[in-house]
C-alpha cells in the first residue's frame, strides 16, 4: 500500500510525517566534534566514517548551508558523538498545533 496522495494539480504528497530535526548550534555541533563524549576529537572525515553520515552532509551542517537532517542521520551523528540526539538538534513541530491547541480550549458557549 503506498503512503502517497495525490495533489489535485498533480503530483504526489507524501503522508509520511516530517523525519528532518533541525541543527540547534554550529557551535554546539563543534563543541561536540572537538570534545565527544567519549575518545579523541573528530574531523569531518572521522565523524562521517564513524557515523556513517556523508562528509557532504557534515560539512553543510558546519558551515551552516544546511540546518537539518534526517532523523536518522541525526541520530548516527548525535551516537557517534557520544550524546543524545536532543542537545543537538531539534525535532520538526508539531504538524498541526492549532488543532491541538483547540482540543484543550474549552469551548464557552459548551459550558452553560
Same mark, same amino acid.
Given at each position: 500500500?503506498?503512503?502517497? =496522495?495525490?495533489?489535485?494539480? &498533480? &503530483?504526489? +504528497?507524501?503522508?509520511?510525517?516530517?523525519?528532518?530535526?533541525?541543527?540547534?548550534? #554550529?557551535? +554546539?555541533?563543534?563543541?561536540?566534534? %572537538?570534545?565527544?563524549?567519549? &575518545? %579523541?576529537?573528530?574531523?569531518?572525515? $572521522? @565523524? $562521517?566514517?564513524?557515523?556513517?553520515?556523508? %562528509?557532504?552532509? #557534515?560539512?553543510? @551542517?558546519?558551515?551552516?548551508? %544546511?540546518?537539518? /537532517?534526517?532523523?536518522?542521520?541525526?541520530? $548516527? @551523528? /548525535?551516537? $557517534?558523538?557520544?550524546?543524545? #540526539?536532543?542537545?543537538?538538534? /531539534?525535532?520538526?513541530?508539531?504538524?498541526?498545533?492549532? =488543532?491541538?491547541?483547540?482540543?484543550?480550549?474549552?469551548?464557552?458557549?459548551?459550558?452553560?
Amino acid at each position: 500500500m503506498s503512503c502517497k =496522495q495525490l495533489r489535485p494539480h &498533480g &503530483g504526489n +504528497v507524501s503522508r509520511r510525517p516530517n523525519r528532518r530535526w533541525t541543527l540547534r548550534s #554550529i557551535s +554546539v555541533f563543534r563543541h561536540f566534534m %572537538q570534545f565527544p563524549g567519549r &575518545g %579523541q576529537s573528530f574531523s569531518v572525515r $572521522a @565523524l $562521517a566514517e564513524e557515523s556513517g553520515v556523508s %562528509q557532504g552532509l #557534515i560539512d553543510k @551542517l558546519l558551515t551552516g548551508r %544546511q540546518d537539518n /537532517a534526517d532523523v536518522d542521520d541525526a541520530t $548516527a @551523528l /548525535a551516537e $557517534a558523538l557520544g550524546s543524545t #540526539i536532543l542537545p543537538l538538534f /531539534a525535532p520538526p513541530a508539531s504538524p498541526n498545533p492549532s =488543532q491541538a491547541s483547540r482540543r484543550n480550549t474549552p469551548n464557552p458557549a459548551s459550558e452553560e
